[in-house]
């Protein structure tokens, strides 16, 4: 087991890592908040997978625990569901000194997080994430949300947990396409800022299937030490926190041109991180050996995208529509070594289509248009 | 003019308090923030009031100016209308860059403001607040919300603005009701926390109901400090600020109890303060001089409350609906002197029965409860 501590201006919190640990850590997190009763929220997959875990957890403590379980799936993670949760919540005559539990992958964590952000203006929160996506990424760093029907993660708040516990058993029932899906983000935290932790992983490929909680362990950690780290130099994402989003701006553009359901996140950020590695060697930032050794890790992992054809002007319509887009320009999330990214100010769309055309025409096996062949005279 | 800073943890911003100063001081609180665009919201009656009041402060400046109005009254200030106001946002393609501009009293403020906390996790806030309450209360410390069919303000955040602008030339259109209401938090800000503004109202009761600006500028200067002090002292309501609740707890139930719409907030908190006045004394806190001379300022304002008749179980009830209520028993706040407010713990909702019977015996004009005489022994 291993502990890692976020410290924030005015909150400081744990991040337990290690397998089979919730029976420990979950009450000892409630312990320091003292709540009158723990609302836990789940969806209905892991519910029907794990039934009264969390209460099994909390067997022969004080507090009476409740479980709200939601619909499992990115779609219902809208304002309509976390509407539902609070009717709820008054059902359960919630108070202030209620605690919230999430217990799922990012869908719940963002909404139970952004519950637990605004309901009464703000109650404890413990972040039990379980998915590999949501244990080193969206459970460290406070972010939370919901959708809007125009854009992902629109409606929200930061909302730092007072404890997170990452019990890496949950990864057993995981199905394989969503392990490889959070590896991808596990390694994006070596490419963009720690390239020991890249070695480490380049090493241990080998492991990246299996059951080696060892191994877990140690990338986890690693892997939300680096985020953690951000995250203390940036909270509200100002300037440096944007690093994070390396590989998110083509991945943006593929979720939405696809409507957000053929492709996971991590899948979609995978192909955004070759893309970025690609523009970084083309302007001349990183070296062909770096270049080289990201693309042999991340390209076994790679299920290839397929998407409608786009012509440059959806191209950049689509870049556009980004959150962190900002008068007609974008940041740019580039790489000047392994381990170390930087953000590109003020980027064209227009610069970035010839690269995507190169990009698409070297990698014909990773990224496909569908419906003819990519033309970037566009 | 003049200006208060309020200074919070990671935040410092300017409240300006005077007649006629929107034009001068909203453009140079926009200049510090240096948006792309500028989303104003409001209410129908605003718009009727002051149609382009806003894009006509902002003339002459770059930034793109919308309006958004909203229905105007507290039945509004839901979920659902947020959502509309989350829709164009969206179809305005705001972005983080977009500042909005709550014009209008509580409601706007409230919803306005969580729409500023929550779009893409917080964008910059400015309060212009028209109705007295407004300046006085709301607009100061950063709270927001929108109610819960169960209960006002379930759903909000904390969200301090860029900066206040009070100007006190709205107070000229609200009506007589209105600017009393507003008064009697005004005043609450002397009684629990500065004897002096409460000497200075004292001896200018004679202005409470004209356009005197000068009285005006110094009484909401000094109630603002009031308010500013305490949260600074703390922002997240974890002790301190608690004594803002001064006549919160009856005034609750009072606007529960007659389905908050006979009564307005400041007209509830008057009878709220004079209970909770009269608690003090018989609790043998406050001393009679004091007890009086509160009576004296606020008996001439309140507008007598009528509700239907209640039993003691109905009382207990309606009062740990409150969400400051926390395992049956409820903070109340006293006087210990007047500017001096405290605190009182675990206060049971039955201490409070037969003190709320003599004080309805001791006051037939301020509150009469409907449908037949008032029976302690319930």
Known sequence: MKTLTVNLPGAAYPIHIGHDILEQHLPRLLEAVSPERVVAITNDTLHRLYPGRIARALEGHPWPVELLTVPDGEQFKTLDTLSTLYDRMMALAATRKTAVVAFGGGVIGDMAGLLAATFMRGIPLIQVPTTLLAQVDSSVGGKTAVNHPRGKNIIGAFKQPEGVVIDLAFLETLPGRELRAGLFELIKHGIIRDAELFDFLESNQ?????????????????????????VEKDEKEAGLRAILNFGHTLAHLIETHTGYDQYLHGEAVGVGMLFATFVSRRMDHLGDDAAGRIRSVLEPLIHPVAMPRLDVSAFEGLLMHDKKASAGTLRFILLKALGEAFIREKTEPAELWPLFGDFLAQSPNLLQMKGGSFKSSG
């Open 206 to 230: 080998a492991q990246f299937g299996g059951r080696n909680w060892e191994f877990w362990e140690e990338a986890v950690f690693r892997s939300c030490r680096v985020k953690a780290g951000v």
